[in-house]
């Protein structure tokens, strides 16, 4: 269960195959990263699982082998382009 949001920013990080997470947005202090290969589903947050997120109908679901993640976009336009850009990111590593 969520206990607080934290504000992160994400950087995708095609030459490492990865989602690379910040705790400033000058992208100096590294948090964590999410490897491709490691990602098995991207899916919008339609059962409104997140709880207590910021903004429910901007909030999406990326699932790992160890972890789901609960992002929120700026807007809905950003959102679908996350989304997008992941789950191509994870074919494409699929491919290789």
């Known amino acids: 269960m969520?206990?607080?949001?934290k504000k992160r920013w994400f950087l995708f990080d095609m030459d490492h195959r990865r989602l690379a997470?910040?705790?400033?947005?000058?992208?100096?202090?590294?948090?964590g990263v999410i490897y491709f290969q490691a990602i098995e589903e991207v899916y919008y947050d339609h059962l409104r699982t997140a709880a207590s997120s910021p903004r429910p109908a901007l909030t999406f679901c990326v699932k790992t082998y160890e972890r789901l993640f609960f992002l929120v976009a700026s807007n809905p336009v950003s959102m679908r382009i996350w989304m997008d850009v992941?789950?191509?990111a994870t074919d494409e590593h699929c491919r290789y």
């Open 2 to 5: 969520l206990k607080t949001w």
């Open 21 to 31: 997470y910040y705790t400033d947005c000058d992208e100096r202090k590294l948090k």
């Open 86 to 88: 992941i789950v191509t």
